[in-house]
Protein backbone atom coordinates (compact mmCIF):
# COMPACT_ATOMS: atom_id res chain seq x y z
CA UNK A 1 0.00 0.00 0.00
CA UNK A 2 1.33 3.27 -0.52
CA UNK A 3 0.85 6.53 1.51
CA UNK A 4 0.76 9.68 -0.64
CA UNK A 5 3.36 12.72 0.39
CA UNK A 6 1.75 15.93 -0.41
CA UNK A 7 3.40 18.98 -0.32
CA UNK A 8 2.16 22.39 -0.40
CA UNK A 9 2.95 25.99 -1.71
CA UNK A 10 1.49 29.01 -2.35
CA UNK A 11 1.32 32.62 -3.08
CA UNK A 12 -0.55 36.06 -2.50
CA UNK A 13 0.27 39.14 -2.76
CA UNK A 14 1.68 39.70 0.59
CA UNK A 15 3.72 36.41 0.83
CA UNK A 16 4.90 34.77 -2.20
CA UNK A 17 6.24 31.63 -2.64
CA UNK A 18 5.71 30.11 1.21
CA UNK A 19 5.40 26.74 2.17
CA UNK A 20 2.27 25.51 4.09
CA UNK A 21 2.20 22.80 6.35
CA UNK A 22 0.52 19.25 4.61
CA UNK A 23 -3.05 18.90 4.89
CA UNK A 24 -5.23 16.25 6.38
CA UNK A 25 -7.47 13.79 4.81
CA UNK A 26 -11.16 15.56 4.41
CA UNK A 27 -13.10 15.20 7.25
CA UNK A 28 -16.11 12.18 6.51
CA UNK A 29 -18.67 12.61 3.78
CA UNK A 30 -16.54 15.82 2.58
CA UNK A 31 -17.91 15.52 -1.40
CA UNK A 32 -14.92 16.35 -3.60
CA UNK A 33 -14.97 19.81 -5.56
CA UNK A 34 -12.00 18.98 -7.83
CA UNK A 35 -11.10 15.60 -8.96
CA UNK A 36 -7.99 13.90 -11.23
CA UNK A 37 -9.70 11.65 -13.80
CA UNK A 38 -7.75 9.26 -16.01
CA UNK A 39 -7.31 11.15 -19.10
CA UNK A 40 -4.22 11.64 -20.26
CA UNK A 41 -3.73 14.86 -22.59
CA UNK A 42 -0.46 16.39 -23.93
CA UNK A 43 2.82 15.77 -23.60
CA UNK A 44 4.86 18.46 -21.71
CA UNK A 45 7.83 20.18 -23.21
CA UNK A 46 8.59 23.15 -20.94
CA UNK A 47 8.99 26.39 -19.76
CA UNK A 48 10.69 29.11 -20.56
CA UNK A 49 11.34 33.03 -21.81
CA UNK A 50 12.97 34.96 -24.33
CA UNK A 51 16.76 35.87 -24.41
CA UNK A 52 16.63 39.27 -25.58
CA UNK A 53 19.57 42.23 -25.62
CA UNK A 54 18.09 44.35 -23.26
CA UNK A 55 17.59 41.73 -21.03
CA UNK A 56 21.03 41.06 -21.07
CA UNK A 57 22.26 44.88 -20.42
CA UNK A 58 19.97 44.53 -16.77
CA UNK A 59 21.54 41.35 -16.04
CA UNK A 60 25.17 42.73 -16.52
CA UNK A 61 24.15 45.42 -13.59
CA UNK A 62 24.45 42.77 -10.95
CA UNK A 63 27.31 41.52 -9.09
CA UNK A 64 28.83 38.47 -10.23
CA UNK A 65 27.07 36.44 -7.01
CA UNK A 66 23.89 37.35 -7.21
CA UNK A 67 24.19 36.89 -10.82
CA UNK A 68 25.01 34.03 -10.81
CA UNK A 69 22.31 33.06 -8.37
CA UNK A 70 19.33 34.83 -10.79
CA UNK A 71 20.48 32.64 -13.86
CA UNK A 72 20.79 29.50 -11.63
CA UNK A 73 17.12 30.12 -10.37
CA UNK A 74 16.31 30.37 -13.82
CA UNK A 75 17.67 27.45 -15.73
CA UNK A 76 19.66 24.84 -13.45
CA UNK A 77 17.45 21.41 -13.46
CA UNK A 78 17.23 22.13 -9.56
CA UNK A 79 16.29 25.56 -9.12
CA UNK A 80 13.53 28.08 -8.64
CA UNK A 81 12.26 28.40 -12.08
CA UNK A 82 13.85 25.06 -13.51
CA UNK A 83 13.71 26.29 -17.88
CA UNK A 84 13.68 24.13 -20.45
CA UNK A 85 13.22 25.72 -23.61
CA UNK A 86 13.58 29.20 -24.52
CA UNK A 87 13.39 31.13 -27.24
CA UNK A 88 16.07 34.18 -29.07
CA UNK A 89 15.56 36.25 -32.27
CA UNK A 90 17.09 36.51 -35.44
CA UNK A 91 18.49 39.48 -35.71
CA UNK A 92 16.70 42.68 -33.93
CA UNK A 93 13.30 42.51 -31.77
CA UNK A 94 11.65 44.97 -30.07
CA UNK A 95 13.73 44.76 -27.11
CA UNK A 96 17.13 44.89 -28.55
CA UNK A 97 19.37 47.87 -27.47
CA UNK A 98 18.66 49.23 -31.50
CA UNK A 99 17.90 47.71 -35.01
CA UNK A 100 20.02 44.81 -36.89
CA UNK A 101 19.65 42.46 -39.08
CA UNK A 102 22.53 39.88 -39.98
CA UNK A 103 23.10 41.12 -43.31
CA UNK A 104 22.49 44.39 -44.28
CA UNK A 105 24.46 44.44 -47.43
CA UNK A 106 22.50 44.88 -50.19
CA UNK A 107 21.56 42.29 -53.11
CA UNK A 108 23.86 39.48 -51.36
CA UNK A 109 21.84 37.00 -52.34
CA UNK A 110 24.47 34.36 -51.89
CA UNK A 111 24.42 35.71 -48.02
CA UNK A 112 28.70 35.84 -48.78
CA UNK A 113 27.96 38.81 -45.56
CA UNK A 114 25.59 37.08 -43.14
CA UNK A 115 27.25 37.67 -39.62
CA UNK A 116 26.04 37.11 -36.15
CA UNK A 117 29.01 39.01 -34.78
CA UNK A 118 26.85 40.60 -32.66
CA UNK A 119 25.09 38.33 -31.43
CA UNK A 120 28.65 37.29 -29.98
CA UNK A 121 28.33 40.50 -27.69
CA UNK A 122 24.81 40.17 -26.44
CA UNK A 123 23.17 37.44 -26.91
CA UNK A 124 25.38 34.73 -27.63
CA UNK A 125 27.30 34.97 -23.73
CA UNK A 126 23.78 35.44 -22.07
CA UNK A 127 22.78 31.80 -23.98
CA UNK A 128 26.03 29.92 -23.00
CA UNK A 129 25.74 30.92 -19.36
CA UNK A 130 22.37 29.46 -19.41
CA UNK A 131 23.26 26.47 -21.15
CA UNK A 132 26.42 25.89 -18.87
CA UNK A 133 23.47 25.19 -16.07
CA UNK A 134 20.91 23.00 -18.27
CA UNK A 135 22.99 21.67 -21.09
CA UNK A 136 19.57 20.03 -22.42
CA UNK A 137 17.71 23.65 -22.58
CA UNK A 138 16.33 23.98 -26.37
CA UNK A 139 15.92 26.68 -28.38
CA UNK A 140 13.61 28.16 -30.87
CA UNK A 141 14.41 31.22 -33.10
CA UNK A 142 12.46 33.65 -34.77
CA UNK A 143 12.67 36.90 -37.01
CA UNK A 144 10.87 39.86 -36.13
CA UNK A 145 11.88 41.66 -39.83
CA UNK A 146 14.16 40.20 -42.89
CA UNK A 147 17.26 42.60 -43.64
CA UNK A 148 15.65 45.72 -45.08
CA UNK A 149 16.99 45.33 -48.71
CA UNK A 150 14.12 42.56 -48.78
CA UNK A 151 11.49 44.04 -47.99
CA UNK A 152 8.67 46.68 -49.29
CA UNK A 153 9.36 49.14 -48.37
CA UNK A 154 13.00 49.17 -47.39
CA UNK A 155 12.96 49.31 -43.82
CA UNK A 156 13.30 47.59 -40.81
CA UNK A 157 9.45 48.16 -39.45
CA UNK A 158 5.93 47.79 -41.25
CA UNK A 159 6.04 46.39 -44.95
CA UNK A 160 6.55 43.09 -46.94
CA UNK A 161 8.94 40.59 -47.70
CA UNK A 162 9.86 41.35 -51.48
CA UNK A 163 7.81 38.34 -53.56
CA UNK A 164 10.50 37.57 -56.28
CA UNK A 165 11.99 33.70 -56.51
CA UNK A 166 15.61 34.94 -55.78
CA UNK A 167 14.89 37.25 -52.73
CA UNK A 168 12.94 33.96 -51.42
CA UNK A 169 16.15 31.78 -52.13
CA UNK A 170 18.13 34.28 -50.48
CA UNK A 171 15.69 34.56 -47.32
CA UNK A 172 15.75 30.89 -46.63
CA UNK A 173 19.39 30.57 -47.02
CA UNK A 174 19.28 33.52 -44.44
CA UNK A 175 17.64 31.19 -41.77
CA UNK A 176 20.16 28.00 -43.07
CA UNK A 177 23.04 30.50 -42.17
CA UNK A 178 21.76 31.52 -38.80
CA UNK A 179 21.27 28.04 -37.80
CA UNK A 180 24.60 26.75 -39.02
CA UNK A 181 26.24 30.21 -37.74
CA UNK A 182 24.98 29.04 -34.05
CA UNK A 183 26.17 25.63 -34.33
CA UNK A 184 29.81 26.68 -35.01
CA UNK A 185 29.15 28.53 -31.65
CA UNK A 186 27.94 25.06 -30.18
CA UNK A 187 24.82 26.51 -29.67
CA UNK A 188 21.90 23.92 -31.20
CA UNK A 189 18.95 25.71 -32.67
CA UNK A 190 16.19 23.66 -32.29
CA UNK A 191 13.18 25.56 -33.74
CA UNK A 192 13.08 28.18 -36.33
CA UNK A 193 9.38 29.88 -36.69
CA UNK A 194 8.92 31.98 -39.43
CA UNK A 195 8.23 35.42 -38.99
CA UNK A 196 7.21 36.96 -34.94
CA UNK A 197 3.79 38.10 -35.36
CA UNK A 198 3.00 37.10 -39.02
CA UNK A 199 0.28 40.57 -38.93
CA UNK A 200 1.93 42.59 -36.77
CA UNK A 201 2.56 45.86 -38.62
CA UNK A 202 4.59 48.35 -36.09
CA UNK A 203 7.05 51.03 -35.58
CA UNK A 204 9.61 48.19 -34.02
CA UNK A 205 11.09 45.64 -36.25
CA UNK A 206 8.05 43.84 -37.73
CA UNK A 207 7.26 42.10 -41.45
CA UNK A 208 3.15 40.92 -42.83
CA UNK A 209 2.85 37.82 -44.52
CA UNK A 210 -0.60 36.19 -45.26
CA UNK A 211 -1.17 32.69 -45.02
CA UNK A 212 -0.87 31.89 -48.90
CA UNK A 213 2.64 33.49 -48.05
CA UNK A 214 3.61 31.34 -45.53
CA UNK A 215 2.67 28.24 -47.37
CA UNK A 216 4.25 29.06 -50.35
CA UNK A 217 7.88 29.89 -48.57
CA UNK A 218 7.84 27.23 -46.21
CA UNK A 219 6.90 24.81 -48.99
CA UNK A 220 9.05 26.05 -51.90
CA UNK A 221 11.78 27.63 -50.21
CA UNK A 222 12.17 27.03 -46.69
CA UNK A 223 12.00 23.37 -46.35
CA UNK A 224 13.79 22.02 -49.26
CA UNK A 225 17.02 24.67 -48.42
CA UNK A 226 17.37 23.05 -45.02
CA UNK A 227 17.04 19.56 -46.63
CA UNK A 228 19.39 20.68 -48.85
CA UNK A 229 21.65 21.66 -45.90
CA UNK A 230 21.08 18.61 -44.19
CA UNK A 231 19.64 20.76 -41.18
CA UNK A 232 17.48 18.75 -38.61
CA UNK A 233 16.07 22.18 -36.95
CA UNK A 234 12.17 22.12 -36.87
CA UNK A 235 10.09 24.32 -39.48
CA UNK A 236 6.93 25.64 -36.89
CA UNK A 237 4.47 27.81 -38.31
CA UNK A 238 4.64 30.33 -35.75
CA UNK A 239 4.63 32.99 -34.27
CA UNK A 240 1.13 33.55 -34.86
CA UNK A 241 -1.05 36.65 -33.24
CA UNK A 242 -4.02 38.41 -34.69
CA UNK A 243 -4.93 41.89 -36.44
CA UNK A 244 -5.81 44.84 -34.55
CA UNK A 245 -8.12 46.13 -33.54
CA UNK A 246 -8.65 42.62 -32.09
CA UNK A 247 -12.74 43.50 -31.06
CA UNK A 248 -13.04 44.04 -35.14
CA UNK A 249 -11.27 40.85 -35.79
CA UNK A 250 -13.45 38.82 -33.21
CA UNK A 251 -16.97 40.73 -34.33
CA UNK A 252 -16.31 39.68 -37.89
CA UNK A 253 -15.57 36.28 -37.01
CA UNK A 254 -12.16 35.48 -38.72
CA UNK A 255 -9.98 33.47 -37.40
CA UNK A 256 -5.74 32.87 -37.55
CA UNK A 257 -6.85 29.40 -38.04
CA UNK A 258 -8.86 29.82 -41.20
CA UNK A 259 -6.48 32.56 -42.51
CA UNK A 260 -2.90 30.70 -41.31
CA UNK A 261 -3.05 27.19 -39.77
CA UNK A 262 -5.71 26.24 -42.20
CA UNK A 263 -3.83 27.59 -45.50
CA UNK A 264 -0.43 26.34 -44.90
CA UNK A 265 -1.24 22.87 -43.32
CA UNK A 266 -3.97 22.21 -45.73
CA UNK A 267 -1.30 21.93 -48.09
CA UNK A 268 0.43 18.47 -48.07
CA UNK A 269 3.73 19.87 -50.06
CA UNK A 270 3.90 22.44 -47.16
CA UNK A 271 3.04 20.52 -44.02
CA UNK A 272 4.75 17.80 -44.23
CA UNK A 273 7.50 20.19 -43.07
CA UNK A 274 6.08 21.86 -40.35
CA UNK A 275 6.81 20.40 -36.93
CA UNK A 276 4.30 22.23 -34.64
CA UNK A 277 2.00 25.66 -34.73
CA UNK A 278 3.10 28.56 -31.94
CA UNK A 279 0.62 31.29 -30.92
CA UNK A 280 0.60 34.12 -29.18
CA UNK A 281 -1.49 37.25 -27.75
CA UNK A 282 -5.13 37.23 -30.06
CA UNK A 283 -3.45 33.88 -31.78
CA UNK A 284 -4.89 32.17 -28.86
CA UNK A 285 -8.85 32.69 -29.66
CA UNK A 286 -7.34 30.27 -32.75
CA UNK A 287 -5.51 27.42 -31.27
CA UNK A 288 -8.56 25.24 -29.79
CA UNK A 289 -9.64 24.88 -33.57
CA UNK A 290 -5.91 24.35 -34.94
CA UNK A 291 -5.34 21.54 -32.37
CA UNK A 292 -8.71 20.22 -32.76
CA UNK A 293 -7.76 20.01 -36.89
CA UNK A 294 -4.11 18.74 -36.01
CA UNK A 295 -3.71 17.03 -33.21
CA UNK A 296 -0.94 14.77 -34.45
CA UNK A 297 1.03 18.59 -33.98
CA UNK A 298 2.88 19.79 -31.23
CA UNK A 299 1.74 23.50 -29.94
CA UNK A 300 3.45 26.25 -28.23
CA UNK A 301 2.48 29.53 -26.60
CA UNK A 302 5.17 31.52 -27.82
CA UNK A 303 5.14 34.84 -25.97
CA UNK A 304 3.44 35.53 -23.34
CA UNK A 305 1.26 38.77 -23.32
CA UNK A 306 3.21 41.70 -21.72
CA UNK A 307 1.60 44.08 -19.65
CA UNK A 308 2.69 47.67 -19.00
CA UNK A 309 5.68 47.72 -16.82
CA UNK A 310 3.73 48.08 -13.47
CA UNK A 311 3.65 44.23 -12.70
CA UNK A 312 0.84 44.16 -10.67
CA UNK A 313 -0.42 41.33 -8.94
CA UNK A 314 -3.61 42.21 -10.76
CA UNK A 315 -2.10 41.65 -13.83
CA UNK A 316 -0.33 38.55 -12.54
CA UNK A 317 -3.82 36.87 -11.99
CA UNK A 318 -4.69 37.44 -15.91
CA UNK A 319 -1.18 36.12 -16.75
CA UNK A 320 -2.52 33.16 -14.84
CA UNK A 321 -5.86 32.71 -16.59
CA UNK A 322 -3.36 32.27 -20.33
CA UNK A 323 -1.21 29.84 -18.59
CA UNK A 324 -4.38 27.84 -17.90
CA UNK A 325 -6.35 28.72 -21.37
CA UNK A 326 -3.28 27.61 -23.10
CA UNK A 327 -2.80 24.08 -21.24
CA UNK A 328 -6.61 24.08 -21.56
CA UNK A 329 -6.47 24.01 -25.37
CA UNK A 330 -3.14 21.87 -26.09
CA UNK A 331 -0.16 23.52 -25.81
CA UNK A 332 2.66 21.63 -25.44
CA UNK A 333 4.78 24.53 -23.66
CA UNK A 334 4.96 28.09 -22.88
CA UNK A 335 7.35 30.78 -22.75
CA UNK A 336 7.13 33.91 -20.93
CA UNK A 337 8.80 37.30 -23.12
CA UNK A 338 11.53 39.43 -20.74
CA UNK A 339 12.82 37.12 -18.26
CA UNK A 340 14.41 40.22 -17.06
CA UNK A 341 14.28 43.78 -17.80
CA UNK A 342 15.39 47.14 -15.95
CA UNK A 343 12.63 49.27 -13.88
CA UNK A 344 9.94 50.16 -16.14
CA UNK A 345 10.54 47.89 -18.86
CA UNK A 346 11.16 50.35 -21.81
CA UNK A 347 11.39 49.52 -24.69
CA UNK A 348 14.09 50.81 -27.62
CA UNK A 349 10.93 51.27 -29.89
CA UNK A 350 9.10 52.89 -26.35
CA UNK A 351 6.60 50.28 -25.08
CA UNK A 352 6.28 49.08 -20.94
CA UNK A 353 6.32 45.78 -20.45
CA UNK A 354 6.10 43.59 -17.57
CA UNK A 355 8.92 41.04 -16.47
CA UNK A 356 9.41 38.15 -14.85
CA UNK A 357 12.42 39.80 -12.83
CA UNK A 358 13.65 43.97 -12.62
CA UNK A 359 16.99 44.71 -11.96
CA UNK A 360 17.50 48.34 -10.64
CA UNK A 361 21.14 49.31 -11.89
CA UNK A 362 21.73 52.04 -9.30
CA UNK A 363 21.07 49.46 -6.39
CA UNK A 364 22.31 46.68 -8.48
CA UNK A 365 19.73 44.43 -6.88
CA UNK A 366 17.45 42.16 -8.77
CA UNK A 367 13.11 41.85 -7.75
CA UNK A 368 11.28 39.10 -8.44
CA UNK A 369 7.64 40.29 -10.02
CA UNK A 370 4.45 38.66 -9.34
CA UNK A 371 4.56 36.86 -13.29
CA UNK A 372 7.96 35.54 -11.92
CA UNK A 373 5.85 33.21 -8.80
CA UNK A 374 3.07 32.50 -11.28
CA UNK A 375 5.65 30.85 -13.58
CA UNK A 376 7.48 28.91 -10.59
CA UNK A 377 3.98 27.57 -9.85
CA UNK A 378 4.08 26.44 -13.12
CA UNK A 379 7.75 25.54 -13.89
CA UNK A 380 9.13 24.10 -10.84
CA UNK A 381 7.22 20.93 -10.75
CA UNK A 382 6.27 19.98 -14.07
CA UNK A 383 9.45 18.62 -15.93
CA UNK A 384 9.32 18.16 -19.59
CA UNK A 385 7.86 14.75 -19.76
CA UNK A 386 4.84 15.07 -17.73
CA UNK A 387 1.16 14.13 -19.37
CA UNK A 388 -1.23 16.56 -18.62
CA UNK A 389 -4.04 14.95 -16.51
CA UNK A 390 -7.86 15.29 -16.83
CA UNK A 391 -9.79 17.59 -14.01
CA UNK A 392 -13.56 17.32 -12.88
CA UNK A 393 -15.76 19.32 -11.08
CA UNK A 394 -15.86 23.09 -9.73
CA UNK A 395 -12.69 24.20 -9.02
CA UNK A 396 -11.41 22.66 -12.72
CA UNK A 397 -11.63 25.87 -14.38
CA UNK A 398 -9.22 27.38 -12.20
CA UNK A 399 -6.67 24.35 -12.41
CA UNK A 400 -3.80 22.41 -14.32
CA UNK A 401 -2.33 19.21 -13.45
CA UNK A 402 0.26 17.19 -14.41
CA UNK A 403 1.97 13.28 -13.90
CA UNK A 404 5.46 13.74 -14.19
CA UNK A 405 7.46 11.00 -15.67
CA UNK A 406 7.91 10.09 -11.65
CA UNK A 407 4.53 9.14 -11.69
CA UNK A 408 3.88 11.87 -9.13
CA UNK A 409 0.98 14.33 -9.83
CA UNK A 410 1.76 18.45 -9.88
CA UNK A 411 -1.69 20.68 -9.54
CA UNK A 412 -1.58 24.41 -9.89
CA UNK A 413 -4.49 25.85 -9.03
CA UNK A 414 -5.70 29.63 -8.26
CA UNK A 415 -8.24 31.24 -5.84
CA UNK A 416 -9.35 34.36 -8.07
CA UNK A 417 -12.26 35.64 -5.78
CA UNK A 418 -12.09 37.57 -2.72
CA UNK A 419 -12.54 35.41 -0.20
CA UNK A 420 -10.65 32.29 0.83
CA UNK A 421 -12.60 29.54 -0.19
CA UNK A 422 -11.63 25.59 0.46
CA UNK A 423 -10.60 22.98 -2.14
CA UNK A 424 -11.25 19.59 -1.80
CA UNK A 425 -9.12 17.52 -4.24
CA UNK A 426 -9.59 14.04 -4.70
CA UNK A 427 -5.88 12.47 -6.20
CA UNK A 428 -7.44 8.96 -6.98
CA UNK A 429 -6.22 7.45 -3.91
CA UNK A 430 -7.15 10.25 -1.17
CA UNK A 431 -9.26 13.33 -0.24
CA UNK A 432 -7.70 16.25 1.08
CA UNK A 433 -8.80 19.77 2.38
CA UNK A 434 -7.02 23.06 1.47
CA UNK A 435 -8.07 26.63 2.15
CA UNK A 436 -7.18 28.58 -0.61
CA UNK A 437 -6.81 32.12 0.80
CA UNK A 438 -8.60 35.01 -1.22
CA UNK A 439 -6.66 36.18 -4.96
CA UNK A 440 -3.74 33.19 -4.47
CA UNK A 441 -2.04 30.81 -6.63
CA UNK A 442 -1.20 27.12 -4.87
CA UNK A 443 1.16 24.15 -6.48
CA UNK A 444 -0.12 20.89 -4.55
CA UNK A 445 2.38 17.92 -5.20
CA UNK A 446 1.22 14.43 -4.47
CA UNK A 447 4.08 11.79 -4.30
CA UNK A 448 3.08 8.04 -3.58
CA UNK A 449 5.21 6.66 -0.67
CA UNK A 450 5.59 3.28 0.16
CA UNK A 451 4.14 2.65 3.66
Known amino acids: MSVPMIKWFTSTEQAAWVEQKAPEQAAPGTAPNLTVTGESHQVLEGFGGCFNELGYEALSALPEEERAKLMHDLFHPEGEQRFSICRLPIGASDY ?12 DYAMEHFSIERDRKYLIPYIKEALALNPELKLFASPWSPPTWMKFPKAYNYGTLRWEPENLAAYALYFVKFVQAYRE ?65 LKHKSSDHDAFAGVVLGDPEAYK ?19 ESYPELRYMQTENECGD ?143
Open 96 to 107: ALEWYSHNETDG
Open 185 to 249: EGITIHQVHVQNEVVADQKFPSCVWTGEQLREFIRDYLGPAFEAHGLDTEIWLGTINAPEPWDEW
Open 273 to 291: YVKGVGYQWAGKYAIQRTV
Open 309 to 451: GKNTWFYAKYVYNLYHQYFSNGVHAYIYWNMVLAPQGRSTWGWEQNSMLTVDPDLRQAEANPEYYVMQHFSRFAAPGSVRTGLAGPWSGHATAFRTPAGGLTLVVANPYKESRMLHLHNGTALHSFRLEAESFHTIVVEEQAD
